[in-house]
């Protein structure tokens, strides 16, 4: 059984679900970038501190970059190491990353 998520946290999650499914019905370009922009908007509208947690639970994962954000942390986790500008992702190889985004959330759930 995994965490119990208030009404605002399902909605978060089944809107961050949705993005990383369909992106060019959320974004643009559908990019990685983009998903990490509306994570972020979502996140700040819905006033839950659920990715917070999430981001502690990524940076326990990888303690060399435990400070950072969880939208890189999931780079991190898909072997991208950090540099200035990184990466600059296409749609196609935004999907994966977006996925992975998803997965680990669920996993930190435990969904």
């Known amino acids: 059984m995994g965490r119990t998520l208030t009404k605002e946290e399902e909605q978060l999650v089944s809107h961050l679900r949705a993005a990383a499914k369909r ?11 983009e998903f990490c ?5 979502i996140e700040v509208g819905s006033g839950t501190t659920m ?3 999430f981001q502690q639970w990524l940076g326990e994962r990888n303690p060399d970059y435990k400070n950072y954000v969880h939208y890189c942390l999931v ?22 990353v977006s996925a992975r985004f998803i ?9």
């Open 75 to 96: 780079l991190v986790e898909m072997g991208y190491h950090p540099r200035p500008g990184w990466p600059n992702l296409s749609a196609e190889e935004s999907a994966p």
């Open 51 to 53: 990715l917070k947690e």
């Open 23 to 33: 992106p060019l019905m959320w974004m643009p370009r559908g990019t990685y970038d």
């Open 37 to 41: 922009a509306l994570v972020t908007g």
């Open 103 to 111: 997965s680990l959330l669920d996993e930190f759930l435990g969904r």
